[in-house]
């Protein structure tokens, strides 16, 4: 059923899935674009540059003036050119900081052209720290000048180039991230259209399926009502003809009974003192058989009411072990009964004694000769069991789990006596079932049967308070 809604949702699933998807790519490629373009780590290359053309401008100043310096030669003239110097060491980027190195490391013949104005500076810093007058300053710091021009229009070179490249790779970047939003409009709109488009199918179907349901309903309403009046004219049916039947029937009974005790005087030849007896018990079966269609008709029709009482139950259950006593010695079978002086219940009390002697005649029609009947009762935290166990021949799990239902029986052939009418056992549920109660059965082929009833522990409470009251 799991299975069974997980693929009809499945179109829906992968749309979901489809979408994240897409939006996870498109995201996660905007971010590597904006982290490339506006990381912070980097110095943008349009201000190195600019700084690199200012430096080739400070360069060429510088030389001017030191020319100027020795074709002239003056302290005013020394001092400027000096000063011009100052200015343009000033432009030079640092070739180790962090942030300069990370962005020329894109641009290596740019990072050598930086490299190698650094070291120019350097060299023209220790020449003039050797110098020991102005005239040798100047003529040390014009030939270190002299020595980097290369250096200076590599670096030009060098600049323009990484200035080319990088428009180029901006504008890359800048395809990259047009074609990714055509790419995810695309799939936006694409899912959105098909997303749609299962929706109405879906929202079509469950429409169909709620008409469907509906047609279902009022079809399975109009046959609830009419199993309902076939029901109510069975029980109905059955409680009349066995009414009807049980009349005729006691007079049978009655004639029979009297015919085998020989009340008129004795019969000629004997054999029909034996058909007399065959009769009696034929008619007392199918007396019981009726009685037994009687009660579960007025259960089902819900016309059976319950006279609660207040029971001993151990007078009871003895009582009831009594009616099968002298079958059970012809039988060889022990019934026992076990249960606590005092010990009372709120019952009614025809219904208590029907479940007991169903529960026990069945007990005995199928043990063998040398076993045992335990009747015993006990109570729990929450119930008051009653509790009916054999040494019989067992029931058959298969046949357990439907062994309350009218006309089931638990073997094709009793032990012993006359098959029973397969009634017992459903009447027996729904008799402790109107007490609140329920009915339980556990078996065990070849070992037993123990069968229990289990009345709410209030029936024993009110019983307890009854009895004292009576006191």
Same mark, same amino acid.
């Given at each position: 059923?799991?299975?069974?809604?997980?693929?009809?949702?499945?179109?829906?699933?992968?749309?979901?899935?489809?979408?994240?998807?897409?939006?996870?790519?498109?995201?996660?490629?905007?971010?590597?674009?904006?982290?490339?373009?506006?990381?912070?780590?980097?110095?943008?290359?349009? $201000?190195?540059?600019?700084?690199?053309?200012? %430096?080739?401008?400070?360069?060429?100043?510088?030389?001017?003036?030191?020319?100027?310096?020795?074709?002239?030669?003056?302290?005013?003239?020394?001092?400027?050119?000096?000063?011009?110097?100052?200015?343009? %060491?000033?432009?030079?980027?640092?070739?180790?900081?962090?942030?300069?190195?990370?962005?020329?490391?894109?641009?290596?013949?740019?990072?050598?052209?930086?490299?190698?104005?650094?070291?120019?500076?350097?060299?023209? $810093?220790?020449?003039? /720290?050797?110098?020991?007058?102005?005239?040798?300053?100047?003529?040390?710091?014009?030939?270190?000048?002299? $020595?980097?021009?290369?250096?200076?229009?590599?670096?030009?070179?060098?600049?323009?180039?990484?200035? /080319?490249?990088?428009?180029?790779?901006?504008?890359? @970047?800048?395809?990259?991230?047009?074609?990714?939003?055509?790419?995810?409009?695309?799939?936006?709109? #694409?899912?959105?259209?098909?997303? @749609?488009?299962?929706?109405? %199918?879906?929202?079509?179907?469950?429409?169909?399926?709620?008409?469907?349901?509906?047609?279902?309903?009022?079809?399975?309403?109009?046959?609830?009502?009419?199993?309902?009046?076939?029901?109510?004219?069975?029980?109905?049916?059955?409680?009349?003809?066995?009414?009807?039947?049980?009349?005729?029937?006691?007079?049978?009974?009655?004639?029979?009974? %009297?015919?085998?005790?020989?009340?008129?005087?004795?019969?000629?030849?004997?054999?029909?003192?034996?058909?007399?007896?065959?009769?009696?018990?034929?008619?007392?079966?199918?007396?019981?058989?009726?009685?037994?269609?009687?009660?579960?008709?007025?259960?089902?029709?819900?016309?059976?009411?319950?006279?609660?009482?207040?029971?001993?139950?151990?007078?009871?259950?003895?009582?009831?072990?009594?009616?099968?006593?002298?079958?059970?010695?012809?039988?060889?079978?022990?019934?026992?009964?076990?249960?606590?002086? @005092?010990?009372?219940?709120?019952?009614?009390?025809?219904?208590?004694?029907?479940?007991?002697?169903?529960?026990?005649?069945?007990?005995?029609?199928?043990?063998?000769? @040398?076993?045992?009947?335990?009747?015993?009762?006990?109570?729990? $935290?929450?119930?008051?069991?009653? #509790?009916?166990?054999?040494?019989?021949?067992?029931?058959?799990?298969?046949?357990?789990?439907?062994?309350?239902?009218?006309?089931?029986?638990?073997?094709? /052939?009793?032990?012993?006596?006359?098959?029973?009418?397969?009634?017992?056992?459903?009447?027996?549920?729904?008799?402790?079932?109107?007490?609140?109660?329920?009915?339980?059965?556990?078996?065990?082929?070849?070992?037993?049967?123990?069968?229990?009833?289990?009345?709410?522990?209030?029936?024993?409470? /009110?019983?307890?308070?009854?009895?004292?009251?009576?006191?």
């Amino acid at each position: 059923m799991l299975w069974r809604g997980i693929r009809t949702d499945l179109p829906f699933i992968a749309v979901a899935v489809s979408l994240i998807a897409g939006t996870a790519i498109a995201a996660a490629m905007f971010a590597s674009l904006l982290i490339e373009q506006l990381d912070s780590r980097y110095l943008p290359l349009e $201000d190195i540059a600019w700084n690199l053309f200012q %430096v080739q401008a400070e360069f060429q100043r510088t030389q001017i003036l030191l020319g100027e310096a020795h074709q002239v030669p003056s302290d005013e003239a020394r001092r400027a050119a000096l000063r011009r110097y100052e200015i343009f %060491v000033s432009r030079v980027l640092v070739d180790n900081d962090p942030k300069v190195e990370r962005q020329l490391a894109r641009y290596p013949n740019l990072l050598t052209s930086v490299k190698a104005l650094n070291r120019l500076v350097a060299n023209a $810093d220790r020449a003039l /720290a050797e110098a020991k007058t102005g005239e040798e300053k100047v003529a040390q710091l014009q030939r270190s000048m002299s $020595d980097g021009q290369a250096s200076i229009q590599q670096m030009a070179v060098a600049a323009h180039h990484a200035i /080319a490249e990088n428009r180029d790779q901006t504008t890359t @970047g800048l395809t990259r991230i047009h074609n990714g939003l055509a790419v995810l409009f695309g799939v936006v709109v #694409t899912v959105v259209v098909v997303f @749609g488009v299962l929706a109405w %199918v879906q929202l079509r179907k469950l429409e169909h399926s709620r008409e469907d349901l509906m047609a279902l309903s009022q079809r399975l309403s109009v046959e609830k009502e009419r199993a309902e009046k076939a029901s109510r004219a069975k029980s109905a049916f059955l409680a009349n003809m066995s009414h009807e039947l049980r009349t005729p029937m006691n007079a049978i009974i009655g004639f029979a009974e %009297v015919i085998t005790k020989q009340m008129m005087g004795p019969l000629q030849p004997v054999r029909y003192a034996e058909y007399a007896n065959d009769i009696l018990r034929s008619g007392q079966h199918l007396l019981s058989l009726i009685n037994d269609l009687l009660d579960l008709a007025k259960i089902e029709a819900g016309r059976m009411s319950l006279n609660r009482d207040v029971i001993d139950l151990r007078a009871s259950l003895t009582d009831a072990a009594k009616v099968f006593e002298t079958d059970a010695q012809h039988a060889g079978v022990a019934i026992a009964v076990k249960a606590r002086d @005092g010990m009372g219940i709120h019952a009614d009390r025809r219904a208590l004694r029907q479940m007991l002697l169903n529960l026990i005649s069945n007990a005995l029609r199928f043990t063998l000769s @040398g076993g045992s009947i335990a009747v015993s009762a006990e109570t729990t $935290d929450k119930e008051l069991l009653i #509790t009916v166990a054999d040494t019989g021949r067992g029931i058959a799990p298969e046949t357990l789990e439907r062994l309350m239902e009218p006309f089931v029986q638990g073997f094709e /052939a009793a032990v012993r006596g006359q098959q029973g009418t397969g009634l017992g056992l459903s009447i027996t549920r729904k008799l402790i079932e109107l007490h609140g109660g329920r009915f339980t059965i556990q078996s065990t082929v070849g070992v037993g049967t123990r069968a229990t009833l289990a009345f709410p522990i209030a029936s024993l409470a /009110a019983a307890a308070t009854q009895n004292r009251a009576a006191a």
